[in-house]
């Protein structure tokens, strides 16, 4: 059974700081790595995605991943009340398997 | 450009009835996936598609089904709907089968009563 972990939060954060979401995996196998975010009531939105070793950085968003510790995160830098929302962690297993596994979600509210 | 449709966005059946959710892209990709997601549980794949014709089934395909006869359609039947169905329903499609995220419908809330 491939696995995807988050802690369900919710995670509180002030205007402006760090949010630091983070999210481990189970399967060795997995090659890519995608960060959604999901407003209530409504769909999932792709956000980031990585597939190396590393950061990525994409404006306010930095994903890291670390495959030796099957652990990815995402950084979200001076955090405005509109992040607030519920983070998607997913993960798509070896080649050739063309489903994403997600985990159930951190919930993230940044106060102003 | 309007993405992943998806129809109804509501709806409310009685147990025992069936109903089709209706999804169509035009981004012309041969991946497409149906999900519910319930609270506390996130998404959950009850079918997939990588191209017309061609179907299987995900985690939780136990009451329902799908057809692919064309690239941009993607049905999802539920038949002899229970109230475990509660749900609301999304929609996704993807380029490619790896190195690709998936863009989503706006989803299909579905009560059974």
């Known amino acids: 059974q491939k696995e995807v972990e988050q802690n369900s939060g919710p995670l509180s954060v002030p205007e402006g700081a760090i949010a630091s979401l983070n999210c481990t995996y189970s399967?060795?196998?997995?090659?890519?790595f995608f960060w959604y975010r999901q407003y209530s009531g409504k769909s999932p939105e792709l956000i980031m995605s990585?597939?190396?070793?590393g950061d990525k950085e994409d404006g306010r968003f930095t994903a890291q991943l670390n495959k030796a510790s099957q652990y990815v995160s995402l950084l979200i830098r001076d955090s405005q009340p509109s992040d607030s929302a519920t983070y998607l962690c997913a993960v798509k297993n070896r080649a050739g398997s063309y489903q994403l596994t997600f985990g159930k979600g951190t919930k993230l509210s940044v106060i102003p | 450009n309007a993405g992943v449709t998806q129809t109804p966005k509501f709806r409310i059946l009685k147990i025992g009835q069936s109903m089709t959710l209706q999804c169509t892209q035009d981004?012309?990709?041969?991946?497409m996936y149906w999900y519910r997601q319930d609270p506390g549980m996130g998404l959950k794949l009850i079918y997939y598609?990588?191209?017309?014709?061609?179907?299987d089934k995900g985690e939780v395909p136990n009451g329902y089904n799908v057809s692919r006869s064309t690239t941009e359609d993607f049905p999802l039947r539920l038949e002899l709907a229970a109230p475990s169905q509660t749900s609301v329903y999304f929609c996704?499609?993807?380029?490619?089968?790896?190195?690709?995220?998936?863009?989503f419908g706006s989803g299909t809330r579905l009560t059974v009563v």
């Open positions: 399967d060795r196998g997995s090659q890519s």
């Open positions: 990585i597939y190396s070793n």
């Open positions: 598609s990588v191209g017309a014709g061609i179907t």
């Open positions: 981004m012309n990709h041969n991946y």
């Open positions: 996704a499609s993807s380029y490619g089968p790896l190195n690709y995220g998936y863009t």
